[in-house]
């Protein structure tokens, strides 16, 4: 985790389950998830998906982003929370 003026940042492994039967969040570890979401792929839906779950997961002011793998399913997602 790094700080930046009021924000604190993460980085987490999401490896993404699209076209589930239904969405849904398992932690792996503390930094890793599993992500499965009911939307498809193609023109990112699954990607939209993916970030909303987050933040309604984190319940807070989070800025978060996919800063690798967005045509893949194992990504990488930059989370920094303001306080």
Same mark, same amino acid.
């Given at each position: 985790m790094k700080e930046k003026g009021n924000k !604190?940042?993460?980085l987490w492994k999401v490896r993404v !389950?699209?076209?589930a039967r239904r969405d849904a969040i398992v932690q792996k570890t !503390?930094?890793?998830f599993v992500v499965s979401v009911d939307a498809h792929t193609k023109g990112g839906? +699954?990607?939209r998906r993916v =970030?909303? =779950?987050l933040r309604r997961h984190?319940? +807070?002011d989070v800025d978060i982003r996919i800063v690798h793998g967005h045509h893949s399913p194992s990504k990488i @997602?930059? @989370?920094q @929370?303001?306080?």
């Open positions: !604190k940042s993460f !389950k699209a076209s !503390k930094d890793s839906e +699954a990607n =970030l909303e =779950l984190l319940g +807070a @997602v930059s @989370v @929370v303001r306080e």
